[in-house]
């Protein structure tokens, strides 16, 4: 069977998780069209392997020639007007009269029927969104095309009434969120009689590619590793602060953040005024050999973040044997339990943070439990290939048994 993966950029550095996942569907048996909304900008020293192959194969949307669209909606503006009309309607109610909203909206339409149009000559008639909801919604108007969702959070429910997230509920096949956490926010902004649709679809990483870390007792300095886009949802400003404070304590830590984003300049700056620059080491974005290697010397992983989906970024760092310390927020709890492969944390709090620091450089008997227990969970709950099945599963169940007379593929 046929199935199209929509996303807004693709692949992406800080998306590698759905490169797996569209790998690892393929690999049991389906025929996986990705198209991206836009092409991403990386670096060919950045590249694997498998981000080339899917550069190649990959539709990008933004990349089509002015005639692409003027003939996409031309053709189907000629075949299907009152559907054309109610996907612009739908993008129309989006902006709610506001220049900039009304302007992204006309923008996701736009998008909308050229993707519909080329998903319809290529007969393909399923789309499953990932961080393009709203542009799978318009084309599922327009088109003769099913759509479903997997909705990570935590940017879906900060305005669902804006997201129009009963709407999209209403509209999809199904939807699929990665954490029970997750689902209860869907349920929460739908119809009750939608939620028979919603499904729990966690994520997922290769455990056999992540080698264990080096366990060391009594490392100097302790070498405390955060990874993530620097942007203020992560609250990265108390984890320095949370550093500053061990360093009072005369605690020999030193921080590396790998990632970039818009908050780096005051990071910096911040980091200068608490005296710490030599503690702090800003690394950028990294690929995943470089950030393996990140891992594979760090003691510890920390996040400080104020809302979250289920991070990666946890799961990659307990597949190396490093033990984590995050906020107990959304869907972090079901990932990490507290005291067996990691300390949880009450969010903002730095006194807190920098203590569950503390506690665990001055019991190494613990973190060496911890670092078992971690990469054991990784196994049993968020391996890659137990998730993708899983995932596969819900495709079959939703689509083929309900659409399709034929076989699903295994």
């Not at 007007?81 to 302007?103: E, K, M, N, V």
């Amino acid at each position: 069977m046929k199935l199209a993966y929509l996303l807004s950029e693709y692949p992406t550095l800080g998306h590698t998780y759905l490169l797996r996942e569209v790998r690892g569907l393929r690999a049991v048996g389906w025929k996986i069209q990705t198209v991206s909304i836009r092409k991403p900008e990386l670096r060919d020293s950045d590249l694997s392997l498998a981000e080339r192959e899917e550069l190649t194969s990959t539709w990008y949307i933004l990349a089509g020639s002015p005639l692409e669209f003027l003939r996409a909606h031309a053709l189907t503006f000629c075949s299907r007007p009152r559907r054309y009309l109610s996907g612009l309607g739908t993008a129309w109610r989006f902006g709610r009269f506001h220049p900039r909203r009304s302007a992204f909206a006309m923008a996701y339409f736009v998008e909308a029927v050229v993707a519909g149009y080329r998903l319809q000559e290529a007969g393909i008639t399923h789309v499953h969104s990932d961080f393009s909801s709203t542009v799978a919604l318009i084309l599922g108007r327009v088109f003769d095309i099913g759509i479903s969702l997997t909705l990570h959070g935590p940017a879906e429910f900060v305005d669902p009434e804006g997201f129009r997230l009963k709407e999209k509920v209403q509209a999809a096949k199904f939807v699929c969120g990665i954490s029970y956490f997750g689902r209860s926010q869907i349920m929460l902004w739908s119809s009750p009689s939608d939620w028979d649709k919603l499904e729990v679809t966690p994520l997922g990483i290769d455990v056999s590619g992540w080698l264990p870390a080096t366990f060391r007792e009594r490392p100097a300095p302790f070498e405390l590793i955060s990874v993530g886009r620097l942007a203020a949802v992560k609250g990265y400003p108390l984890l320095i602060d949370a550093v500053a404070r061990l360093l009072d304590q005369r605690r020999d830590v030193r921080l590396t953040l790998a990632g970039d984003g818009p908050e780096r300049a005051y990071l910096e700056e911040h980091a200068r005024r608490l005296g710490i620059t030599s503690r702090i080491i800003f690394a950028g974005w990294t690929n995943q050999a470089a950030l393996r290697e990140l891992y594979r010397k760090s003691d510890l992983c920390v996040l400080s973040s104020f809302a979250e989906g289920v991070p990666v970024v946890l799961m990659e760092a307990m597949a190396a044997g490093v033990p984590c310390v995050a906020p107990r927020i959304t869907g972090i709890p079901e990932l990490i339990r507290h005291g067996i492969d990691g300390i949880l944390v009450t969010p903002s709090d730095t006194e807190e943070l920098a203590g569950a620091i503390a506690g665990l450089m001055d019991e190494p008997e613990l973190r060496r439990q911890m670092a078992k227990s971690c990469r054991e969970r990784i196994a049993d709950k968020y391996d890659l290939s137990k998730n993708v099945r899983l995932l596969s599963d819900v495709f079959i169940r939703r689509l083929s048994l309900n659409d399709r007379p034929h076989a699903a593929p295994r």
